[in-house]
């Protein structure tokens, strides 16, 4: 079974600061997607980011990029810049490349942003 | 729709009680998910319809817990005899079937229910 795991249940970051969050997963697949989403105190769950596994290329949205390593099953999310409104709940997820198959969330981490 | 919506946002019910919660996709899109999210915890899959068949149920914790969406827009979750553990945030998600298996999944903003 897939697994996915956040190591981090709290960060801090200084307001334009850059924070990088830990994300390891488990699977036996060798094609999948991998997504970060962001889930705000209001509790709308929004994709921020996402990569697909066969491209070696780094998925990157603006501010937010990812650090990918497949062979080690490691899917960091890097925040550049941070801003107040980065302040959230951050979930690490896992999908097969099945049409619509469900996602496999992590525990995810907390993120304050510091004035 | 804008977004998919959510019906109550919150629901207290009395140990025993039925509850029934509601889910309205985003307009035209053929999948339906829900997950149920404990206090502190990730999301985790109950069950998924595309329009109107419920295709995958595995999530469900117990056979009090039933999902519909007859007409393959509207969903209901319904949770039968409540109990304490069944507490958390249950969110929905909908998604439409395009050219990618990357179909992103949208979703609402959830109903927490406190079962006491």
């Known amino acids: 079974a897939q697994t996915v795991t956040q190591s981090q249940p709290e960060m801090s970051v200084q307001e334009a600061e850059t924070v990088t969050l830990s994300c390891t997963y488990d699977?036996?697949?060798?094609?999948?997607?991998l997504f970060w989403y962001k889930q705000p105190p209001s509790r709308q769950m929004i994709l921020v980011i996402r990569q697909e596994a066969y491209k070696q290329q780094n998925a990157t949205e603006n501010r937010f990029s990812v650090n990918f390593q497949k062979a080690a099953k490691s899917f960091s999310l890097k925040i550049s810049d941070s801003q107040l409104g980065d302040a959230a709940m951050y979930f690490c997820?896992?999908?097969?490349?099945?049409?619509?198959?469900?996602?496999?969330f992590g525990k995810g981490t907390r993120l304050h942003i510091l004035p | 729709g804008a977004g998919v919506s959510q019906s109550p946002r919150y629901k207290v019910a009395k140990r025993g009680q039925d509850v029934a919660l509601r889910c309205d996709p985003i307009?035209?899109?053929?999948?339906l998910f829900w997950y149920q999210q404990a206090l502190g915890q990730g999301p985790e899959f109950l069950t998924y319809f595309q329009n109107e068949a419920q295709l995958d149920k595995s999530g469900l914790p117990s056979d009090r817990f039933f999902a519909e969406r007859p007409e393959g827009s509207v969903s209901t979750l319904k949770i039968q005899r409540t109990q304490q553990e069944d507490s958390a945030v249950y969110l929905c998600?909908?998604?439409?079937?395009?050219?990618?298996?990357?179909?992103?999944?949208?979703f609402g903003p959830g109903t927490r229910l406190l079962v006491l």
């Open positions: 307009s035209g899109h053929v999948s």
């Open positions: 699977t036996s697949e060798s094609d999948y997607y």
């Open positions: 997820a896992y999908r097969r490349p099945l049409r619509d198959d469900k996602i496999i």
């Open positions: 998600a909908s998604s439409s079937p395009g050219g990618s298996n990357l179909e992103t999944q949208y």
